[in-house]
Nanobody, 125 residues
Framework: VQLQASGGGLVQAGGSLRLSCAAS????????MGWFRQAPGKEREYISA????????VYADSVEGRFTISRDNAKNTVYLQMISLKADDTAVYYC???????????????????WGKGTLVTVSS
């Protein structure tokens, strides 16, 4: 599956953004999907995942309660709604596809094995 994230930009602290990820390929609806981010000089952080049907979601503690992942299988698109953004959320955000159809509680990176270009989110304080 090929992935392209979009929707990033510059936002003030406390603001919101919605990221989108367009996927191509026949396996999108069979795969759990997720988002990870990487800030300069920091390790990759998986922040959210959603099962293939959308019924199960997982979040990292750092974004729980502020970010919401969703998907529209008819549009081959996964979304990440972000609210109450903080300066620490500044990073390049990537969507990822899992080799599994389900998600694992406590592990938003479970099975993620492909990703595309990211989109930059900058939160000014």
């Amino acid at each position: 599956v090929q992935l392209q994230a979009s929707g990033g930009g510059l936002v003030q602290a406390g603001g919101s953004l919605r990221l989108s990820c367009a996927a191509s390929g026949r396996t999108f609806s069979n795969s759990a999907m997720g988002w990870f981010r990487q800030a300069p000089g920091k390790e990759r952080e998986y922040i959210s995942a959603i099962s293939r049907g959308g019924g199960s979601t997982v979040y990292a503690d750092s974004v729980e309660g502020r970010f919401t992942i969703s998907r529209d299988n008819a549009k081959n698109t996964v979304y990440l709604q972000m609210i109450s953004l903080k300066a620490d959320d500044t990073a390049v955000y990537y969507c990822a596809a899992s080799k599994y159809s389900g998600v694992l509680a406590g592990n938003p990176g479970y099975g993620m094995n492909s990703w595309g270009k990211g989109t930059l989110v900058t939160v000014s304080s």
